[in-house]
């Protein structure tokens, strides 16, 4: 049985953001050396993983410790915190993408032949 294919989100074009259901996400650092990402993408899935148990289990203390594990990992990533980009452009994550700069980019993106 074949897995499903993972989803395609649209990256835009500096490489900052990635688009789902019209919100814009941070992407990791691309200079993040590969074992350096490798190490926090592990640490990162171990944090949800134990968010999802101290859900099930309604573990409020384990909850509070897992969910500050996912924000080290995605700090240790660029996902969140600081930018991992110099040029003092702003951070726009977590917005809708209507209302940023990158709107014009992904209106055009949206209304092309090939997005359907």
């Given at each position: 049985?074949?897995?499903?294919?993972k989803?395609?989100y649209?990256?835009?074009?500096?490489g900052?953001?990635?688009?789902?259901?019209?919100?814009?996400?941070?992407t990791?650092?691309?200079?993040l050396?590969?074992e350096?990402?490798g190490?926090?993408v592990?640490?990162l899935?171990a944090?949800?993983?134990?968010?999802?148990?101290a859900?099930?289990?309604?573990?409020?203390?384990?909850?509070?410790r897992?969910?500050?594990?996912?924000?080290?990992?995605?700090?240790a990533?660029?996902?969140?915190?600081?930018?991992w980009?110099?040029?003092?452009?702003?951070?726009?994550n977590?917005?809708?993408?209507?209302?940023?700069?990158?709107?014009?980019?992904?209106?055009?993106l949206?209304?092309?032949p090939?997005s359907?």
């Amino acid at each position: 049985m074949k897995k499903p294919a993972k989803p395609i989100y649209p990256v835009t074009p500096d490489g900052r953001y990635f688009v789902v259901r019209g919100r814009l996400w941070r992407t990791s650092n691309p200079a993040l050396p590969p074992e350096e990402r490798g190490h926090w993408v592990r640490e990162l899935m171990a944090a949800r993983r134990a968010v999802a148990v101290a859900l099930r289990d309604t573990d409020a203390d384990g909850l509070g410790r897992a969910r500050a594990a996912v924000q080290t990992a995605k700090v240790a990533l660029g996902e969140r915190g600081p930018v991992w980009w110099g040029d003092g452009t702003p951070d726009y994550n977590r917005r809708l993408v209507r209302d940023t700069p990158y709107a014009g980019w992904f209106a055009a993106l949206e209304s092309s032949p090939l997005s359907t």
